[in-house]
């Protein structure tokens, strides 16, 4: 049973960068696929970036290419986020999961775990 503690949310300006950090006993084990994700004010949940097991592979939101970064070391996995603007704002949630199929990384069913969400809030 893992734990997920997500931390590093925050306040920014639009522009202003944020690093958010997601640890727990195991979870950088390639056994687990990362997924990232977040739900804006009266939106549903999206996928925003995912990683594989072995981390060969990423995903990311068109919404967010070329701005967020999905990592992972021997102590966390992160999501880097660059460039940031008010459409970013919401309740990031990381995710892990043996998912099979990469393909379907953002699809919230194939997460066994999750945390307890961080705030982002990007305004100027």
């Known amino acids: 049973q893992l734990q997920l503690v997500e931390s590093g949310g925050g306040l920014v300006q639009p522009g202003g960068s944020l690093r958010l950090s997601c640890t727990a006993s195991?979870?950088?084990?390639?056994?687990?696929?990362i997924g990232w994700f977040r739900q804006a004010p009266g939106k549903e949940r999206e996928g925003v970036s995912c990683l594989s097991n072995k981390g060969g592979n990423t995903y990311y939101a068109n919404s967010v290419k070329g701005r967020f970064t999905i990592s992972r070391d021997n102590a966390a996995v992160y999501l880097q986020m660059n460039n940031l603007q008010p459409e970013d704002t919401g309740v990031y949630y990381c995710a892990v999961g043996i998912v099979v199929y990469f393909n379907l990384c953002v699809a919230e069913g194939v997460y066994s775990y999750w945390g307890q969400g961080t705030q982002v809030a990007v305004s100027s």
């Open positions: 195991g979870i950088t084990s390639d056994r687990y696929t």
